[in-house]
């Protein structure tokens, strides 16, 4: 059973465009949801997170939306740009107010993002 | 700058061979964690330690073990190699709480993972 659903499996985007990669999960005890960037031959390595106190939260070019009743939340990344090109791994965690942490992160599949000149 | 490390970026080995992954941090992190990665199935749990000689399982541990002997290192260990297990396999740790301070939302840190090869 997969906790966390992620699309597309791979999107292609021109530079300076808006790359958009959307989540959805099941488990309304998640409350703290990063995303991952991972370049080829490299680990992922964390971009960006978002507790669900919050609609949107923006670092840079890079923003996550987050609908709690929908239980979904997406990655925006503006001016995309070659560089960006990577695996993007959105994940979730629950117990991040509890103090019942569990510590283990629940992760999307993967897209596999092509930014192309 | 955390630093992960793993003891091989690339293994080949033969079914039913005992194989040994070893990772070690540098962060004095409590949290340990190996995943294997696998194309159009993202990252999976297989085990993950919370202090040294505490194991958990993860969602895939069925053909794995792993110890802990001491904080830093964290092993993984493939009793049997089978063809199957061909992987990507990643190590990561974390500290007990995030920045915060709250449990849940640690930061994992990944190291530059093991591609094993069973032949």
């Known amino acids: 059973q997969q906790q966390v659903k992620q699309s597309p499996q791979s999107l292609i985007v021109q530079k300076g465009g808006i790359s958009i990669i959307n989540c959805a999960y099941e488990?309304?005890?998640?409350?703290?949801f990063p995303w991952y960037q991972q370049f080829p031959g490299k680990g992922p390595a964390l971009l960006i997170a978002?507790?669900?106190?919050?609609s949107e939260k923006k670092e840079g070019r890079f923003t996550i939306s987050f609908n709690k009743s929908a239980k979904q939340f997406s990655l925006h990344i503006m001016d995309s740009q070659p560089g960006d090109s990577a695996t993007y791994f959105c994940?979730?965690?629950?117990?991040?107010?509890?103090?019942?942490?569990?510590?283990?992160?629940?992760f999307g599949k993967g897209t596999k993002l092509s930014v192309i000149p | 700058d955390v630093k992960v490390t793993q003891s091989s970026r690339y293994l080949v080995k033969r079914t039913g061979e005992k194989v040994f992954l070893e990772c070690v941090q540098d962060?004095?992190?409590?949290?340990m964690f190996w995943y294997r990665q696998d194309p159009g199935l993202g990252l999976r749990l297989i085990y993950f330690?919370?202090?040294?000689?505490?194991?958990e399982k993860g969602d895939i541990p069925e053909g794995y073990s792993v110890s802990r002997e001491k904080k830093e290192r964290f092993s993984l260990i493939l009793e049997s190699a089978s063809t199957n297990q061909t992987s990507m396999y990643l190590c990561?740790?974390?500290?007990?709480?995030?920045?915060?301070?709250?449990?849940?939302?640690?930061?994992?840190?990944f190291g530059p993972g093991t591609r094993l090869l069973v032949l």
């Open positions: 962060m004095d992190h409590e949290n």
């Open positions: 978002i507790r669900p106190d919050v």
């Open positions: 330690s919370y202090d040294v000689k505490m194991k």
């Open positions: 488990n309304t005890a998640f409350d703290y």
């Open positions: 990561a740790s974390s500290c007990l709480t995030g920045t915060s301070g709250r449990i849940g939302q640690e930061t994992q840190y």
């Open positions: 994940a979730a965690s629950k117990g991040a107010y509890s103090g019942a942490g569990s510590y283990q992160l629940t």
